[in-house]
């Protein structure tokens, strides 16, 4: 199977080179002049665009199903590797730059944030020193990057020490990221400017310039707790991008591209190299990007996002039923998008005939760069010893994001020990939602621990936003609620399957629709059949009890308690009460979600 679709596609590349950032008129980054196009072009003038999105800080690969892509092989078959780690994406970036005449490398939004010690214990300032030598020239915000608030987004943009950690290497102040972040869509309250630019221009040597447009998702609030970004607004994504657009239309910009954090799902475990336009142009592209895609003004050429972490190469028809490309790559550094494609050197437009793009993946058997391999070995050096502190002993795999199944042994482990760390607030029960879980626990050791171990780096890399818990109270009507939230309202089209401490259980019927799917009758606390009127503790974290991914329920929980404890705090006390070397954890029993189909 091909990744192209029937619709011939682009690529994007621009070469070393002037770059101006550029904004709204009565912004302060604007005033760059405009650069007339060189007129004298011996014919097309081609472009490589190489593109990621939603790294999340994973400088190494991903252990378990969670690091592994898919593709479909020649025969039909669907073959699965394991794949990952900045160093050898280095490597094939490198590889792919050869031979080019322009080539930028962009990214997608949330490379930052949710992300494992490595880079998290220096509050992500490795992963931008490793972006950096990767040559990202580009990239939009995604939810993620507000996982600290705009604040510190502003902070990994412009530069300077944390203000409650200090520096990270001392007495060398950090400088900030040296390519521009995007957020065309993003103000704080009560303003109409930009949180950072809403556009970048690239010069080409030439004189071509391309515009990029960035932006994330107007639904961004749904999945960022609620108190990082009580000051800040996402405004529409089809009428930011129409503004921005028409700016750079009236400037002269003709080759367009945005970089959304936003995505469509089209499928678990989709392969890298699945025709996405099997069926007609975008036929297997989902939602919410599909509509953006089909809506976004005609002037815009290229579609590059992320968000949903699955990899797509997909044609849509634009507002003039032209077709136009839309790309993502997969979450966490496992595979890259080329994209390449000629600009008209009389009009400086893409000549969208020549589109062409693929995703490639990112083996873990890839030669590692030297010099991205150093970077990182040299941030390595700074956490070895908490890295590798042991706090927990398993039996067996432990599978939680790589897992497809509606209860993830994971999940329950992590429940489990929100449960226990929040008995003295008088917690029952725990639910985490799916997303919270952020890898896999591998019982194979990928160090030198010992197979079995779970050492601190690995624990922090399944619950890595050390995000406050809080013990609530619920009536049973409450509780059934919530997890009838799990399939209805903003979970209708994708359900999430809360997953629970071992006293809660419930039963659900795919067959069924929307809310209708939960069998409130199953709800179980502690064996009992749940009682609409019985007041229960109920502990989740502080993103969920905000009204986090849709569970608007629980923001109406009362007698709230917390502050005390953290998810990830709560994880790694339980691995290390729960276990030991001669009495390692086994896997809960997948007793807690009854699944009818």
């Not at 992590?414 to 626990?441: S, Y």
Request: aromatic share 6%; hydrophobic share 35%; glycine share 12%.
């Amino acid at each position: 199977m091909k990744a192209r679709p029937a619709a011939p596609r682009r690529r994007r590349s621009f070469a070393a080179g002037a770059a101006a950032v550029l904004g709204l008129s009565l912004l302060p980054w604007a005033g760059v002049a405009a650069v007339t196009p060189s007129a004298a072009q011996p014919g097309p003038v081609p472009v490589q665009l190489l593109a990621l999105n939603d790294l999340h800080g994973n400088l190494d690969p991903v252990d378990g199903p969670a690091g592994s892509v898919s593709r479909i092989t020649e025969s039909g078959d669907v073959v699965r590797s394991q794949a990952g780690g900045v160093a050898g994406l280095a490597t094939l970036l490198k590889d792919a730059r050869e031979g080019q005449q322009n080539t930028l490398t962009v990214g997608a939004g949330d490379l930052i944030g949710g992300s494992p010690l490595l880079s998290a214990n220096f509050h992500d300032e490795p992963t931008i020193d490793a972006l950096e030598e990767l040559g990202l020239d580009v990239a939009s915000v995604g939810n993620h990057e507000f996982d600290e608030g705009p604040d510190e987004l502003l902070r990994i943009a412009h530069g300077g020490c944390h203000p409650a950690d200090g520096c990270a290497v001392p007495d060398e102040p950090y400088d900030g990221a040296d390519f521009p972040y995007l957020a065309a869509n993003v103000t704080r309250k009560g303003s109409a400017e930009p949180l950072l630019p809403p556009y970048w221009i690239k010069t080409l040597p030439g004189g071509e310039r391309i515009g990029f447009i960035g932006l994330i998702t107007r639904h961004a609030p749904d999945v960022i707790s609620a108190a990082r970004i009580r000051d800040v607004e996402f405004h529409d994504e089809v009428e930011t991008v129409e503004r921005y657009s028409r700016e750079l239309t009236e400037m002269g910009v003709a080759a367009q591209t945005v970089l959304i954090h936003e995505g469509g799902a089209h499928g678990d475990s989709v392969p890298y190299n699945e025709d996405c336009d099997d069926g007609g142009p975008g036929a297997k592209l989902g939602q919410p990007i599909r509509t953006l895609a089909e809506s976004f003004p005609p002037d815009v050429d290229v579609i590059v996002s992320g968000h949903s972490h699955e990899p797509y190469v997909c044609t849509v028809p634009d507002p003039a039923g032209d077709p136009r490309v839309v790309t993502q790559a997969a979450s966490f550094g496992r595979t890259y998008t080329d994209l390449r494609f000629a600009l008209d050197p009389g009009t400086g437009d893409v000549l969208r005939g020549t589109v062409e793009a693929a995703n490639h993946p990112v083996l873990t058997a890839t030669p590692q760069d030297p010099a991205m391999a150093k970077l990182i070995g040299t941030w390595r050096e700074r956490s070895a010893e908490l890295e590798k502190k042991p706090v927990g002993y398993i039996t067996d795999d432990l599978p939680g994001r790589g897992s497809t199944a509606p209860e993830r042994p994971l999940g329950g482990v992590i429940a489990d020990g929100q449960v226990e760390a929040t008995r003295g607030n008088g917690a029952e029960i725990a639910m985490i939602q799916p997303g919270g879980i952020r890898a896999d626990l591998t019982y194979t050791s990928s160090g030198d621990e010992g197979d079995g171990v779970v050492t601190y780096a690995e624990a922090f890399r399944v619950s890595p936003f050390e995000t406050g818990l809080v013990t609530m109270t619920l009536t049973g009507d409450q509780l059934v609620e919530v997890l009838r939230q799990g399939f209805s309202g903003a979970n209708e089209d994708r359900a999430r399957f809360m997953q629970p401490s071992a006293a809660l259980s419930y039963a659900v019927d795919l067959r069924l629709s929307g809310g209708a799917r939960l069998d409130a009758s199953s709800v179980r606390v502690a064996g009992q059949p749940v009682v609409a009127d019985r007041e229960y503790r109920v502990t989740v974290n502080e993103f969920l009890a905000e009204g986090g991914n849709g569970f608007t329920e629980f923001k109406d929980g009362t007698d709230r308690r917390g502050g005390d404890m953290t998810d990830t705090a709560a994880l790694v006390s339980y691995l290390q009460s729960a276990s030991s070397p001669q009495s390692p954890l086994a896997p809960p029993s997948p007793a807690r979600i009854e699944v009818r189909e």
